[in-house]
C-alpha cells in the first residue's frame, strides 16, 4: 500500500505543469511612451520599448480630443483598442514601429495579445492656451499566450501622460 502512495504522490507531483508563462510581471514604469511623427488627436499608436521587448497600444479612432473632459473616457480591449506585449531577439527601436517597412532585424520572438481590459483616457486643458493633456491607463489587462497560460488584473496606471495641440 505504501509503494502505491508513493508512487501516486511522486506522480502528482511530476505530472503537474505550472505552465509555459516565461512573464512574471511587466515593468514598463521607467519607459516614456512613444509614437511615430506629430502628435495629434488622430495619433492612435503608442508603444513602449524596454530593450528587447514593448508593450503596444493602439486606441479606438477619436478617443483623443482637443477638448477638456468631464469624464472618463473608456475603450474595451480588444474589441476598440488593441495592446501586444512583443518580444524580440534582440534590441528594438522605435524605427520598428515607424519605418515602413520594419527593419528586418530584431525579428520578434513573442507576441501576447490582450483579451481583455480597458483603456482610460482622463483629458485636462493644459498650461498653455491651446494644448491638452491626456493620461492613458490601462485596467483589468489579461495577456493570453494561447496556450492556457495568462497574465491576468495587470494595471498599467502610466502608461502615458501626452500632450496634443489645437492646429491654428
Known amino acids: 500500500m505504501k509503494k502505491y502512495f508513493l508512487f501516486s504522490a511522486l506522480f502528482i507531483l511530476l505530472s503537474c505543469s505550472d505552465g509555459d508563462l516565461q512573464i512574471e510581471t511587466l515593468d514598463f514604469s521607467t519607459v516614456a511612451a512613444q509614437n511615430c511623427g506629430t502628435l495629434t488627436v488622430d495619433t492612435n499608436l503608442f508603444f513602449k520599448i524596454n530593450s528587447n521587448e514593448a508593450l503596444i497600444l493602439t486606441l479606438a479612432s477619436g478617443l483623443l480630443k482637443n477638448e477638456a473632459s468631464t469624464e472618463e473616457i473608456t475603450s474595451t480591449i480588444p474589441t476598440a483598442s488593441k495592446l501586444a506585449y512583443r518580444t524580440f531577439s534582440g534590441t528594438v527601436t522605435s524605427n520598428y514601429f515607424c519605418d515602413s517597412p520594419p527593419p528586418a532585424t530584431p525579428s520578434v520572438a513573442e507576441e501576447i495579445n490582450a483579451t481583455a481590459g480597458t483603456v482610460t483616457i482622463n483629458t485636462v486643458a493644459g498650461e498653455t492656451a491651446g494644448t491638452f493633456v491626456h493620461t492613458i491607463k490601462l485596467k483589468d489587462i ?16 502610466d502608461f502615458a501622460v501626452i500632450t496634443t495641440t489645437v492646429p491654428q
Open 142 to 157: 489579461t495577456l493570453d499566450t494561447g496556450d492556457g497560460s495568462r497574465i491576468t488584473n495587470l494595471n498599467i496606471e
